[in-house]
């Protein structure tokens, strides 16, 4: 049974900074496409961050590179996004996604991750 669990979300201010886990158990992130997406109200669900499945290679979204960070730990086998200089239209549910079949040319599509967290909900104040 695969499981994926958010941490780290929460209420902060304009300018400020967060950091996101997601814990995955029964999908190794090392063989996995791992990623960040995020929905805010009346919205569609959003790419955020990735890695390829294989390769090790980054992808971010063009409105958080440079400001958003994703990482991961093989040993605790999980995934963090450290996110700076946050704003207003940053707030929402954020969800971590693993893709074990994903191709790299479809690391952007929610659609192609298997698996799928709760959410952390992230809410920015101006």
């Known amino acids: 049974q695969v499981q994926l669990v958010e941490s780290g979300g929460g209420l902060v201010q304009a300018g400020s900074s967060l950091r996101l886990s997601c814990v995955a158990s029964g999908v190794s992130i090392r063989t996995s496409g791992m990623a960040w997406f995020r929905q805010a109200p009346g919205k569609a669900r959003e790419f955020v961050a990735a890695?390829?499945?294989?390769?090790?290679?980054?992808y971010y979204s063009d409105s958080v590179k440079g400001r958003f960070t994703i990482s991961k730990d093989n040993a605790k086998n999980s995934i963090d996004l450290q996110m700076n200089s946050l704003n207003a239209e940053d707030t929402a549910v954020y969800y971590c996604?693993?893709?074990?079949?994903?191709?790299?040319?479809?690391?952007?599509?929610?659609?192609?991750?298997?698996?799928w967290g709760q959410g952390t909900q992230v809410t920015v104040s101006s």
């Open positions: 996604a693993a893709g074990p079949r994903i191709i790299t040319s479809s690391t952007r599509n929610a659609a192609q991750y298997d698996y």
């Open positions: 890695f390829s499945r294989t390769g090790g290679y980054t």
